[in-house]
């Protein structure tokens, strides 16, 4: 059995998971910046050179850089925000518990988890410098889980970084490319009235039933588009907001879009098409119909191509720590790959966890798959920085 699996070293990632747990990053959240610090402290600890760039008010991205002669760049990735905590949980959801070899909290999985393994690999790089040669770098950035503005303000104003690990829930399996994701305003006009006299007014609700028709139809064109690691782009409806009075002929009404794309779905060719099926609504309702909004998402679609050798490596790390083949998977979600992906950095997205409990009351991430991912991500960069 590995050094690793010591209870020592699994019980200072249980005390440094229940640390920043605690830090409640519900996004938005200005509480960003304490655990900012938090992570910042920690790789000033080991050696590293750190800043703290504000992003957002208060809310940075905490950098910590490790020269060691000359050679390649390498960087691991996470956030620091999580999504709002919601109804629903057993117990305190920032205050950390164990049951069953598990460990609950939010943010345990999505991304914490990731965040401390990360840290672990680093401080164990550090003390293996003599066998490695290169700048391994943590970038630990804010709002991931709103508009991923920590990871584009990031890749548009540092230096250059070659290979990455992102940090995400994939039971510490490779995951080489990840859907984007694109969230239009559709506002429709009608005119207000006494609902006891609808013929006077316009409904804005009823004139934006062709919206919905064209939406479903968009939706059953673009399906047959496919991926081999993340399937299909889709469309779909998740908000509509109208109405303001319960005797009142509503004069507007907004619906919300959810597009997903896919690798080599190129985002301005899609925004093109929602501005058409738009168009065509407009037209079968004879009503006032536009885009008047993008909402913040991740960003869009992007993948690594599978004989890149960051998936190589990262496939070797897996083999090795797992005892057995596994898969190369795409994430049905998005995440900050794209944007490092965008600024030429090759990198793979991996880490402890479920996706599957992201998000919700109750999530949790496995204490063994904390371990597995340390043993992991410093495979990684040792395989990627050995040679200089």
């Known amino acids: 059995m590995s050094a690793l699996f010591t209870t020592p070293v699994l019980a200072s990632l249980i005390t440094d998971l229940e640390q920043i747990v605690a830090i409640n990053t519900e996004n938005p959240s200005r509480h960003e910046l304490e655990a900012a610090r938090w992570v910042e402290g920690r790789m000033r600890e080991m050696g590293c050179a750190t800043t703290l760039v504000e992003v957002l008010p208060e809310r940075p991205n905490a950098i910590g850089v490790f020269e060691n002669g000359p050679g390649p760049v390498f960087a691991f990735n996470t956030h620091m925000d999580v999504v709002p905590a ?53 970038v630990f950035v804010a709002d991931e889980e709103v508009g ?23 039971s510490c399996t490779t995951v080489a490319a990840h859907k984007g994701s694109m969230r239009p305003i559709v506002q429709v006009k009608g005119k207000t009235a006494h609902s ?12 934006a039933a062709p919206l919905y028709v064209e939406v479903a139809r968009e939706h059953a064109r673009i399906k047959s588009r496919r991926h081999p690691m993340v399937g299909n782009p889709s469309l779909t409806i998740t908000r509509a907001n109208g109405g303001h009075a319960d005797n009142v002929v509503p004069d507007l009404i907004e619906v919300m879009l959810d597009r997903r794309m896919i690798p080599g779905e190129d985002e301005d060719v899609v925004k093109g098409e929602i501005i058409e099926l738009v168009a065509r609504a407009a037209a079968d309702s004879g009503a006032e119909m536009e885009i008047v909004d993008y909402r913040p998402t991740t960003g869009g679609p992007t993948e690594t191509a599978l004989d890149h050798l960051t998936v190589a490596a990262a496939q070797r790390a897996c083999l090795k720590y797992h005892g057995h083949e596994t ?41 063994a798959e904390l371990v597995l991912a340390v043993q992991i991500y410093r495979d990684i960069a040792f395989d990627l920085l050995k040679t200089g």
């Open 86 to 138: 919601g109804e629903g949980w057993s117990s305190d959801p920032f205050r950390l518990w164990r049951e069953g070899g598990m460990l609950y909290g939010r943010g345990s999985n999505d991304a914490k988890g990731p965040l401390i393994c990360m840290l672990e690999a680093i401080a164990q790089m550090i003390r293996g410098r003599d066998s490695w040669s290169g700048t391994l770098m943590g």
């Open 148 to 170: 991923s503005a920590g990871a584009r303000h990031y890749v548009k104003t540092a230096p250059k970084i070659d290979y990455c690990v992102v940090g995400e829930p994939t």
């Open 196 to 207: 006891g006299t609808p013929d006077l007014g316009i409904n804005a609700i009823i004139e």
């Open 327 to 367: 898969p190369i998977t795409g994430f049905q979600g998005g995440c900050d790959l794209v944007h490092f992906r965008q600024a030429g950095t090759h990198g793979v997205v991996l880490g402890p966890g479920d996706l599957a409990v992201a998000h919700k009351p109750d999530e949790f991430v496995p204490e």
